[in-house]
């Protein structure tokens, strides 16, 4: 098994079309989303953002359109899906991790956080021999790619739980989650993202998020909707 890992839009689009298994990681806040929601039976269907047709898209599946932390029920809040019915459809649009998923092609396609890191291992070992895992990242605001640390260990939490050949990219990541696994939640406050999340309120997704392998819920992009599957 070979193991690759490069950031972003560019990286996936490197990595995806020789891997046989593509793994997004978005830990704040579209991964870590996902697999509460799906944990709990939801089926959430990623979506490109911005795009016109998100509203036209959520009805022709049936499903409930995601907004804002605060402004609607669901969101890219990890915690607003505690409480989520079994059977629930949600349309989760993000720039990052929602936009990579769907730019992921038709392939196996899973998407891991540190919740679920050792389980999205598991399931990808067994899914083939080429693994890409590519680390969302977020955006500057003139729209360059800010690589983030979060989605780095996020990244490195899965990479170091698979025995494989890995690449220089993947052995990095996985040493930088291990040099930092003992204080997850601090890091997370920390890091950008994070103080940006805690100076709007929402530490809890900070916990919730830094909860690491308290999920073995497998996400997994299955007709255009992540649903749980179990290693």
């Not at 499903?63 to 409480?83: F, I, K, M, T, V």
């Not at 940006?196 to 999920?215: N, Q, R, T, W």
Request: charged share 25%; proline share 5%.
């Amino acid at each position: 098994m070979r193991i690759e890992c490069e950031w972003g839009l560019r990286g996936l689009r490197h990595l995806a079309p020789s891997a046989d298994v593509v793994v997004i990681v978005d830990v704040l806040s579209f991964s870590t989303a996902v697999d509460v929601a799906v944990d709990r039976g939801a089926r959430i269907y990623p979506y490109r953002q911005p795009d016109d047709g998100l509203a036209e898209f959520a009805r022709g599946v049936d499903a409930e359109l995601a907004g804002r932390r605060g402004e609607c029920r669901y969101s890219l809040s990890p915690s607003c899906y505690e409480d989520i019915e079994p059977g629930t459809r949600v349309v989760l649009p993000s720039p990052n991790g929602a936009t990579l998923s769907r730019s992921a092609g038709d392939g196996v396609v899973l998407t891991g956080c540190l919740r679920n890191a050792t389980a999205v291992a598991a399931a990808a070992a067994g899914a083939g021999e080429i693994i890409a895992v590519i680390p969302s990242g977020e955006r500057w605001p003139e729209g360059a790619l800010r690589p983030a640390l979060e989605d780095w260990l996020g990244a490195g939490a899965i990479i170091r739980a698979m025995n494989g050949e890995t690449t220089p990219e993947a052995s990095a990541a996985a040493l930088a989650f291990t040099a930092l696994e003992s204080k997850l939640t601090s890091v997370l406050r920390d890091c950008m993202s994070g103080r940006e999340l805690v100076e709007a309120g929402y530490d809890k997704d900070i916990v919730v998020a830094a909860a690491l392998d308290a999920s073995e819920a497998v996400p997994a992009l299955t007709e255009g909707a992540y649903s749980a599957h179990r290693t």
